[in-house]
C-alpha cells in the first residue's frame, strides 16, 4: 500500500527515471520445452498417492532491488503442496524467467500496488504471473504433483510494470481463453509517480498448451493507473480498478474509480469504456478521502465488489500518514449498457482509524461473505453480501501484529505484517493469507462466517516485496 509521505513520490519519481524499459532491463528467455498436449492431465488423473489436496502458489516479485532501477531481480513462484488439515508444504520454487519490480517508493509492502499479480484459469491447468521489473508476463502449467513447467516464452506487455492479470473462458479452436494484464503506466508518465502514472491493458490468447499469443489491436491506454482487473463471470466485461482516481496531479483528470469495457467475441475491448463510476467524488463536503480501489470481484449478476483504501486527501493530493482514514467496500452492478449502477457504498472497514489499508478481498463458497484483508492493521475483517448490499460483520475476523489506528507516525511498516493478497481454496475450506513484511503465509479455516487460526508457514518466502498468491 501507498503510505507514504510526498518525499517519498519525489524519491520514487527520481529512482525511476533511472529505469528503462529498454532491452536492458529483461531477461533473455531461453527456448522451454512446453507440455505435450497429447498428455491426458484431466483430475481423474491426479496421483492418487499423493499426499496433497491442492496447492498454494505466491510469488517473490524478485529476489532484492537493482541499484538506481525499480528492478527487483529475478522472480520466482514458490510451490506449496496442501493436504487435507490445510497445512503446505514446499514443493520448490519455479522461476518465470522474468524480474520482479517495485513501484511503491521502497518500503516492500505491496510493491505494485495491485491484486491479481498471480491468477489462474478456472480448470486449475494454468498459473499466470506478472514480471513488473521486465514488462513480462509467465503462462506456468500445473502438473499432476502440483509442480510448474513453464509453457512458451513470456510476452512483453508493451507499457511499464504489469501488476495485475485475468483470465475469461472460451470455446474457440486451439484456444482455452482470453487473459488481459494491466500495466502501471506508460514511459511518458513514468517519472511523475504514482499520483501521475496512466497505464493500459493489453490482450493475449491463451492457447491449449498453455502459450500466450498478443491479440491483435488490443491494447486500451488508460487515464487512471490500475491496480487490478477482473472478466465478469459471463465473459462480457473486462473491469478496471484504479489506486489514483482523482488525483490532483493526474494530467487526465479522470476521477474514475472503476471502468468498464465491453469484451468482443474476438477478444478485444472496446473502443472507449462502456461505462465507469467512483465511491467519491474529489472536494466532497464530508471530507472524505478518495478511494485507492486495489482487490475487487464480479460475482453473481455482474455484482462488482470493490475494497477502497482512503489514502488521497480530499483535495486530491498524496497521502501520508495522519491523513489516512478507514478503508471501505463500494459496490456496483454492471447493466447490459455496461453503466454502473450503485448498490451500497463507502462501507467502512473499521472505526477511528482501524481498518485504514482495505485492499484485498475474497469469498466464501457459498458467496454469502467474503473477507477483505487490511493491510498495515495486519487483520481480516468479515462481510455479508446479499444481491449487492454489504455489511460489516466483524472488523477482527482475524488478526495479526499491526499498527492500530492510535499510532500513525512512520515506524507503522517497522511494526506490522503487512497482510495484503488472499485467496480462499476452491472448496471454501481454507484461507491463504501473504504477510508482506513478514515472508509468511497464515492458514484459517474457513467456518461459515468466521475464520480458524490453523498455523503459518513461513522460512521460503522474502520478508519484503512478495506480491500475489494463488490456492487450489
Same mark, same amino acid.
Given at each position: 500500500?501507498?503510505?507514504?509521505?510526498?518525499?517519498?513520490?519525489?524519491?520514487?519519481?527520481?529512482?525511476?527515471?533511472?529505469?528503462?524499459?529498454?532491452?536492458?532491463?529483461?531477461?533473455?528467455?531461453?527456448?522451454?520445452?512446453?507440455?505435450?498436449?497429447?498428455?491426458?492431465?484431466?483430475?481423474?488423473?491426479?496421483?492418487?498417492?499423493?499426499?496433497?489436496?491442492?496447492?498454494?502458489?505466491?510469488?517473490?516479485?524478485?529476489?532484492?532491488?537493482?541499484?538506481?532501477?525499480?528492478?527487483?531481480?529475478?522472480?520466482?513462484?514458490?510451490?506449496?503442496?496442501?493436504?487435507?488439515?490445510?497445512?503446505?508444504?514446499?514443493?520448490?520454487?519455479?522461476?518465470?524467467?522474468?524480474?520482479?519490480?517495485?513501484?511503491?517508493?521502497?518500503?516492500?509492502?505491496?510493491?505494485?500496488?495491485?491484486?491479481?499479480?498471480?491468477?489462474?484459469?478456472?480448470?486449475?491447468?494454468?498459473?499466470?504471473?506478472?514480471?513488473?521489473?521486465?514488462?513480462?508476463?509467465?503462462?506456468?502449467?500445473?502438473?499432476?504433483?502440483?509442480?510448474?513447467?513453464?509453457?512458451?516464452?513470456?510476452?512483453?506487455?508493451?507499457? %511499464?510494470?504489469?501488476?495485475? *492479470?485475468?483470465?475469461?473462458?472460451?470455446?474457440?479452436?486451439?484456444?482455452?481463453?482470453?487473459?488481459?494484464?494491466?500495466?502501471?503506466?506508460?514511459?511518458?508518465?513514468?517519472?511523475?509517480?504514482?499520483?501521475?502514472?496512466?497505464?493500459?491493458?493489453?490482450?493475449?490468447?491463451?492457447?491449449?498448451?498453455?502459450?500466450?499469443?498478443? *491479440?491483435?489491436?488490443?491494447?486500451?491506454?488508460?487515464?487512471?493507473?490500475?491496480?487490478?482487473?477482473?472478466?465478469?463471470?459471463?465473459?462480457?466485461?473486462?473491469?478496471?480498478t484504479s489506486i489514483n482516481s482523482g488525483a490532483a496531479a493526474l494530467g487526465s483528470g479522470s476521477e474514475?474509480?472503476?471502468?468498464?469495457?465491453?469484451?468482443?467475441?474476438?477478444?478485444?475491448?472496446?473502443? *472507449?469504456?462502456?461505462?465507469?463510476?467512483?465511491?467519491?467524488?474529489?472536494?466532497?463536503?464530508?471530507?472524505?478521502?478518495?478511494?485507492?480501489?486495489?482487490?475487487?470481484?464480479?460475482?453473481?449478476?455482474?455484482?462488482?465488489?470493490?475494497?477502497?483504501?482512503?489514502?488521497?486527501?480530499?483535495?486530491?493530493?498524496?497521502?501520508?500518514?495522519?491523513?489516512?482514514?478507514?478503508?471501505?467496500?463500494?459496490?456496483?452492478?454492471?447493466?447490459?449498457?455496461?453503466?454502473?449502477?450503485?448498490?451500497?457504498?463507502?462501507?467502512?472497514?473499521?472505526?477511528?482509524?482501524?481498518?485504514?489499508?482495505?485492499?484485498?478481498?475474497?469469498?466464501?463458497?457459498?458467496?454469502?461473505?467474503?473477507?477483505?484483508?487490511?493491510? %498495515?492493521?495486519?487483520?481480516?475483517?468479515?462481510?455479508?453480501?446479499?444481491?449487492?448490499?454489504?455489511?460489516?460483520?466483524?472488523?477482527?475476523?482475524?488478526?495479526?501484529?499491526?499498527?492500530?489506528?492510535?499510532?500513525?507516525?512512520?515506524?507503522?511498516?517497522?511494526?506490522?505484517?503487512?497482510?495484503?493478497?488472499?485467496?480462499?481454496?476452491?472448496?471454501?475450506?481454507?484461507?491463504?493469507?501473504?504477510?508482506?513484511?513478514?515472508?509468511?503465509?497464515?492458514?484459517?479455516?474457513?467456518?461459515?462466517?468466521?475464520?480458524?487460526?490453523?498455523?503459518?508457514?513461513?522460512?521460503?518466502?522474502?520478508?519484503?516485496?512478495?506480491?500475489?498468491?494463488?490456492?487450489?
Amino acid at each position: 500500500m501507498k503510505t507514504s509521505k510526498l518525499p517519498l513520490f519525489i524519491i520514487l519519481a527520481t529512482s525511476l527515471i533511472l529505469a528503462s524499459c529498454d532491452s536492458d532491463d529483461v531477461v533473455d528467455v531461453p527456448d522451454v520445452v512446453e507440455t505435450d498436449p497429447t498428455a491426458d492431465d484431466t483430475d481423474d488423473d491426479q496421483d492418487t498417492n499423493s499426499p496433497f489436496v491442492g496447492a498454494v502458489y505466491a510469488m517473490t516479485n524478485g529476489d532484492g532491488q537493482i541499484a538506481g532501477t525499480n528492478v527487483q531481480g529475478p522472480n520466482t513462484i514458490i510451490a506449496y503442496g496442501r493436504d487435507e488439515n490445510g497445512a503446505l508444504t514446499p514443493i520448490g520454487p519455479f522461476a518465470t524467467n522474468g524480474n520482479g519490480g517495485d513501484y511503491d517508493g521502497g518500503e516492500g509492502l505491496d510493491p505494485l500496488i495491485s491484486a491479481y499479480a498471480l491468477t489462474k484459469t478456472d480448470d486449475n491447468e494454468n498459473l499466470l504471473a506478472v514480471n513488473a521489473g521486465s514488462n513480462t508476463i509467465t503462462s506456468f502449467n500445473i502438473q499432476d504433483d502440483y509442480s510448474l513447467e513453464i509453457a512458451g516464452t513470456p510476452q512483453q506487455t508493451g507499457a %511499464i510494470g504489469p501488476n495485475s *492479470i485475468a483470465f475469461s473462458a472460451r470455446e474457440i479452436d486451439g484456444v482455452k481463453g482470453i487473459v488481459y494484464v494491466s500495466n502501471i503506466t506508460r514511459p511518458e508518465f513514468l517519472s511523475g509517480g504514482e499520483p501521475m502514472h496512466q497505464g493500459t491493458v493489453t490482450g493475449f490468447w491463451l492457447l491449449n498448451d498453455g502459450s500466450l499469443d498478443p *491479440i491483435s489491436d488490443s491494447t486500451r491506454e488508460l487515464e487512471v493507473r490500475p491496480s487490478a482487473i477482473q472478466f465478469s463471470p459471463d465473459g462480457n466485461w473486462l473491469v478496471v480498478t484504479s489506486i489514483n482516481s482523482g488525483a490532483a496531479a493526474l494530467g487526465s483528470g479522470s476521477e474514475d474509480e472503476v471502468t468498464v469495457y465491453n469484451v468482443g467475441d474476438n477478444g478485444v475491448l472496446s473502443t *472507449i469504456p462502456w461505462g465507469a463510476a467512483t465511491s467519491t467524488l474529489r472536494g466532497n463536503t464530508e471530507g472524505r478521502n478518495l478511494p485507492s480501489a486495489i482487490g475487487f470481484q464480479i460475482v453473481g449478476d455482474n455484482y462488482v465488489v470493490v475494497t477502497e483504501a482512503r489514502e488521497f486527501q480530499p483535495d486530491g493530493m498524496p497521502p501520508a500518514f495522519p491523513a489516512l482514514q478507514d478503508g471501505s467496500v463500494s459496490t456496483w452492478q454492471i447493466q447490459s449498457d455496461g453503466s454502473l449502477t450503485p448498490i451500497s457504498l463507502d462501507v467502512a472497514s473499521g472505526e477511528n482509524n482501524t481498518g485504514r489499508t482495505a485492499c484485498w478481498l475474497d469469498f466464501t463458497a457459498d458467496g454469502n461473505t467474503f473477507f477483505v484483508s487490511n493491510a %498495515i492493521e495486519a487483520g481480516l475483517a468479515s462481510y455479508s453480501f446479499n444481491n449487492g448490499v454489504v455489511e460489516l460483520i466483524n472488523q477482527t475476523a482475524a488478526q495479526g501484529q499491526g499498527t492500530g489506528g492510535a499510532d500513525n507516525g512512520p515506524d507503522a511498516f517497522a511494526v506490522t505484517e503487512g497482510w495484503i493478497d488472499m485467496w480462499i481454496t476452491d472448496d471454501g475450506a481454507y484461507l491463504y493469507q501473504l504477510f508482506g513484511l513478514d515472508g509468511t503465509i497464515g492458514i484459517y479455516r474457513v467456518n461459515g462466517q468466521s475464520l480458524e487460526f490453523v498455523g503459518e508457514e513461513s522460512g521460503n518466502l522474502p520478508d519484503t516485496n512478495t506480491q500475489g498468491i494463488v490456492a487450489i
